[in-house]
Nanobody, 115 residues
Framework: QVHLVESGGGLVQPGGSLRLSCAAS????????MGWYRQGPGKQRELVAA???????HYVDSVKGRFTISGDNAKNMVYLQMNSLKPEDTAVYYC?????????WGQGTQVTVSS
């Protein structure tokens, strides 16, 4: 069983920054991709950013230039650095990992962008 645990969410003012962390219970190399999804109030869950095992990254257009996904293989960690946050970034952010057998989800961490 794989466990993903997110941390780093909170309340931040517009224009501020947060870094989300996802701790995996096994090597992140073992997954095809790891990513961050979010689900805002009344919205469907959407992919925000993903990193493929070879290191390629993908971002939804709305966060390009503001968010950066990265991984630390030695620590089994994946991060999402979020800068220039906007109120519309308010959501529960979920860590996701995809292996050959199935996908895994964390419990989510709340990010609220408000003045």
């Amino acid at each position: 069983q794989v466990h993903l645990v997110e941390s780093g969410g909170g309340l931040v003012q517009p224009g501020g920054s947060l870094r989300l962390s996802c701790a995996a219970s096994r090597s992140i190399f073992s997954f095809y991709t790891m990513g961050w999804y979010r689900q805002g109030p009344g919205k469907q869950r959407e992919l925000v950013a993903a990193i493929v095992s070879g290191g390629t990254t993908h971002y939804v257009d709305s966060v390009k230039g503001r968010f950066t996904i990265s991984g630390d293989n030695a620590k089994n960690m994946v991060y999402l650095q979020m800068n220039s946050l906007k109120p519309e970034d308010t959501a529960v952010y979920y860590c996701n990992a995809l292996s050959s057998a199935r996908e895994y989800w964390g419990q989510g961490t709340q990010v609220t962008v408000s003045s």
